[in-house]
């Protein structure tokens, strides 16, 4: 099936930093993507929809000034968490509609573990 | 979307057949049953999708009940390696692609 990359798989900061999250589609063009996040032993909550070129569109009780996101090209939408705390640690997760006749299914990337101290 | 009911869990012995249901009662007509899995610390991984008739690919078939208010994820000879949370959700098929995901079903195969 189509892949979706994510990058960095986990990453560590200090409460107070800003920490970037990168979600690509490799070899397939991506206009929506979504962003999930996911806590110890619960089920994926959607956070936002990720559209190329446009505004994204946050969930209810999704902060969008915390969560940046932007979906600058085809390929590569990115998630921005601003003045991250520890409440803020999960596992975060894009996924990206697949390509031609895969375009019903859903992909998602690896996912990425944000810690923060 | 409609609403579905998985058990929290499930043992498999490795080699047999592993039979998940899921029970998706107020589906409608043009609602879609997916199902995901998502192995420990990893993303989701897409199985299967189907409507009314059942599906078989190279990972599982699906088995759609005829009213279609309950769905059977079969995994033909289950190993070490599918033990995971397996999601079925049910969705239209659409420009909306958003899924729902609930709690889903910990597959534990066992050897």
């Known amino acids: 099936g189509a892949v979706v990359s994510q990058h960095p798989s986990w990453v560590i900061c200090k409460s107070g930093t800003s920490v970037k999250i990168e979600c690509r589609s490799l070899d397939f063009q991506a206009t929506t993507m979504f962003w999930y996040r996911q806590f110890p032993k619960q089920s994926l909550m959607l956070m936002a929809t990720s559209n190329e070129g446009s505004k994204a569109t946050y969930e209810q009780g999704v902060e969008k000034d915390k969560f940046l996101i932007n979906h600058a090209s085809l390929t590569l939408s990115t998630l921005t968490v601003t003045s991250a705390h520890p409440e803020d640690s999960s596992f975060y997760i894009c996924?990206?509609?697949?390509?031609?006749?895969?375009?019903?299914?859903?992909?998602f990337g690896e996912g990425s573990r944000l810690t923060v101290l | 979307d409609a609403k579905t009911t998985q058990p929290p869990s499930m043992d498999c012995a490795e080699g047999r057949a592993a039979n998940l249901p899921c029970n998706h009662s107020?589906?409608?007509?043009?609602?879609?049953v997916y199902w995901y899995r998502q192995i420990h610390s990893q993303g989701p991984q897409y199985i299967i999708h189907?409507?009314?008739n059942n599906e078989t690919n190279e990972m599982a078939s699906l088995i759609i009940t005829e009213d279609r208010k309950s769905s059977t994820l079969i995994l033909p000879h289950a190993t070490l390696r599918d033990t995971a949370v397996y999601y079925c959700i049910v969705r239209k098929r659409g420009s909306n692609y958003k899924l729902t995901f609930g709690k889903g079903t910990l597959l534990t195969v066992n050897p």
């Open positions: 996924s990206a509609r697949g390509p031609g006749g895969q375009a019903g299914e859903l992909f």
């Open positions: 107020t589906i409608s007509g043009n609602e879609y």
């Open positions: 189907g409507l009314k």
